[in-house]
T-cell receptor, first 113, second 115 residues
Framework: GNSVTQMEGPVTLSEEAFLTINCTYT??????LFWYVQYPGEGLQLLLK?????DKGSNKGFEATYRKETTSFHLEKGSVQVSDSAVYFC????????????FGTGTLLAVQP | NAGVTQTPKFQVLKTGQSMTLQCAQD?????MYWYRQDPGMGLRLIYY???????DKGEVPNGYNVSRLNKREFSLRLESAAPSQTSVYFC??????????????FGQGTRLTVV
């Protein structure tokens, strides 16, 4: 079936370090891919998305590229800040009748000053 | 700019008690969803409603019922709460069922503890 696998957390980084959170997916066809972020005590909010192969989603300095050949959508940021501390979720979604969002387990990022 | 509003934010129930979690959205979205979030499990879909008047089971529907009261509101009911239903519950909505690239908007969550 369709699924999303994320790297285990927590990920602990110092401010200004480079961030990568790995995400791979298993799916038939061509889903859209998303990264959501959950700040402490809040609901999820969309960080970025990509809807077809080789698309790059970007927002707030974060980037992820839809790689069909490796079925991956890794999240990267060149220089993290303390305010980026949150839980990050990778997700996929198809159109049509099976239109549900399928989430990975989430990765906790802690950025230390 | 309310978006998706859930009530209550926190609740403690005794085993066997019932309760209803309320959700309302003001974005005129057709589709609404209920998820539960558990440590190490990510978000799992309980029920969803593609449009007013329709509801369907998600991954983990057992022990829950839903009502799509109108386009704005989608409630989740626990008829007889069990400790396994201790979780954080999120309601979400999106513009249109059937489109892969539309964003889902989430409420702030309800933290439910069943003792």
């Amino acid at each position: 079936g369709n699924s999303v696998t994320q790297m285990e957390g927590p990920v602990t980084l110092s401010e200004e370090a480079f961030l990568t959170i790995n995400c791979t997916y298993t799916a038939t066809g061509y889903p859209s891919l998303f990264w959501y972020v959950q700040y402490p005590g809040e609901g999820l909010q969309l960080l970025l998305k990509a809807t077809k192969a080789d698309d790059k989603g970007s927002n707030k300095g974060f980037e992820a590229t839809y790689r069909k050949e490796t079925t991956s959508f890794h999240l990267e940021k060149g220089s993290v800040q303390v305010s980026d501390s949150a839980v990050y979720f990778c997700a996929l979604r198809y159109g049509g009748a099976t239109n549900k969002l399928i989430f990975g387990t989430g990765t906790l990022l802690a950025v230390q000053p | 700019n309310a978006g998706v509003t859930q009530t209550p934010k926190f609740q403690v129930l005794k085993t066997g008690q019932s309760m209803t979690l309320q959700c309302a959205q003001d974005m005129n979205h057709n589709s609404m969803y209920w998820y539960r979030q558990d440590p190490g499990m990510g978000l799992r879909l309980i029920y969803y409603s593609a449009s007013e008047g329709t509801t369907d089971k998600g991954e983990v529907p057992n022990g829950y019922n839903v009502s799509r009261l109108n386009k704005r509101e989608f409630s989740l009911r626990l008829e007889s709460a069990a400790p396994s239903q201790t979780s954080v519950y999120f309601c979400a909505s999106s513009e249109a069922q059937g489109q892969a690239n539309t964003e889902a908007f989430f409420g702030q969550g309800t933290r439910l503890t069943v003792v």
